[in-house]
């Protein structure tokens, strides 16, 4: 089945600690997203990228890095730069079209010890 | 930048009958985009429902509908007969069209409780 997996579904990081969300898409989607959700809260973008090798920074960056070398391949890394990283952390994916869908995968819950 | 506002912060329903969610949204743009989403306790965001914004004719998916006003710059979810799978937190979400690509501003959501 055609989707997009994250991994892992729980996730805790010490301090100081670099920490990376893991995020797979089989959609064949030009498109990726990265959103950060807090408790009773909407969703915010971190990252996103439209292409392979080009991603640029969303609403709340600071603290947060990707990369995109493969089509299907999205990951988040949480730096120590980032001083509240307890959230839940959202990957999606699209065509890439304005007003196209996004899918979403189920998400990784991130805590800190 | 768009804003997207959800003035419900928490709803609740009877079985059966029908229930009406609010979003307003702030935008320089005339041709965009909005959706709702669902997301249930499982965290799983689910799309209920899609608007293009240069389409008059109000969106509808069997038990969902919204009533889409541009010069207001509203975009309210009616759910008809709603049932207890409905529970959820909704969020109305908004693109902006052209080069923003699939980019979304979500608002702060709405938990919506179906009671039996």
């Known amino acids: 089945d055609g989707g997009i997996t994250q991994s892992p579904k729980y996730l805790f990081r010490k301090e100081g600690q670099n920490v990376t969300l893991s995020c797979e898409q089989n959609l064949n989607h030009d498109a990726m997203y990265w959103y950060r959700q807090d408790p009773g809260q909407g969703l915010r973008l971190i990252y996103y990228?439209?292409?392979?090798?080009?991603?640029q920074k969303g609403d709340i960056a600071e603290g947060y890095s990707v990369s995109r070398e493969k089509k299907e391949s999205f990951p988040l890394t949480v730096t120590s730069a980032q001083k509240n990283p307890t959230a839940f952390y959202l990957c999606?994916?699209?065509?890439?079209?304005?007003?196209?869908?996004?899918?979403f995968g189920s998400g990784t819950q991130l805590s800190v010890l | 930048a768009q804003t997207v506002t959800q003035s419900q912060p928490e709803m609740s329903v009877q079985e059966a009958e029908t229930v009406t969610l609010s979003c307003t949204y702030d935008?320089?743009?005339?041709?965009?985009?909005l959706f709702w989403y669902k997301q249930p306790p499982s965290r799983q965001m689910i799309l209920v429902i899609r608007q293009e914004a240069y389409k008059q004719q109000n969106a509808t998916e069997n038990r969902f509908s919204v009533n889409f006003q541009k010069a207001a710059k509203s975009f309210s979810l009616k759910i008809s007969d709603s049932q207890l799978g409905d529970t959820a937190m909704y969020f109305c979400a908004f693109n902006a069209g052209g080069t923003s690509y699939g980019k979304l501003t979500f608002g702060q959501g709405t938990i919506l409780t179906v009671h039996p």
């Open positions: 935008t320089s743009e005339n041709n965009y985009y």
């Open positions: 990228s439209q292409i392979v090798n080009d991603f």
């Open positions: 999606a994916s699209s065509s890439g079209t304005s007003g196209e869908k996004l899918f």
